[in-house]
């Protein structure tokens, strides 16, 4: 499987960016599980949102809910990350992750493909 993030950028606290992750190269990629993860400097990887692969659960970060959405188009193999009233301690690299098993989960460990990385850098 591989995951092509993009729509990173800078912005000015309390704007918005949308974050895309096309996955391709596996059949079925549409109950694979999709979840966002994101890394600042000096800092480990935690997680952001994912979206489960049957049903469409989300879950959140606490530090995100109210502030980010996830959604996914199954036609396109497409997952999005609506980032609004973005703050400085958003700023990080965010990486998308899949997996094949259907229900969302927040550790990383549980995730067996990876994007590239996407920067996004919140700053006035």
């Known amino acids: 499987v591989q995951l092509q993030a993009s729509g990173g950028g800078l912005v000015q606290p309390g704007g918005s960016l949308r974050l895309s992750c096309a996955a391709s190269?596996?059949?079925?990629?549409?109950?694979?599980?999709l979840a966002w993860f994101r890394q600042a400097p000096g800092k480990e990887r935690g997680f952001v949102s994912g979206i489960a692969g049957i049903g469409g659960t989300t879950i959140y970060a606490d530090s995100v809910r109210g502030r980010f959405t996830i959604s996914r188009d199954n036609a396109k193999n497409i997952v999005y990350l609506q980032m609004d009233g973005l703050k400085p301690e958003d700023t990080a690299l965010y990486y998308c992750?899949?997996?094949?098993?259907?229900?969302?989960?927040?550790?990383?460990?549980?995730?067996?493909?990876w994007g590239q990385g996407t920067q996004v850098t919140v700053s006035s």
């Open positions: 992750a899949a997996k094949s098993v259907w229900y969302v989960t927040n550790m990383s460990r549980d995730y067996n493909y």
């Open positions: 190269g596996a059949a079925g990629l549409n109950t694979y599980t």
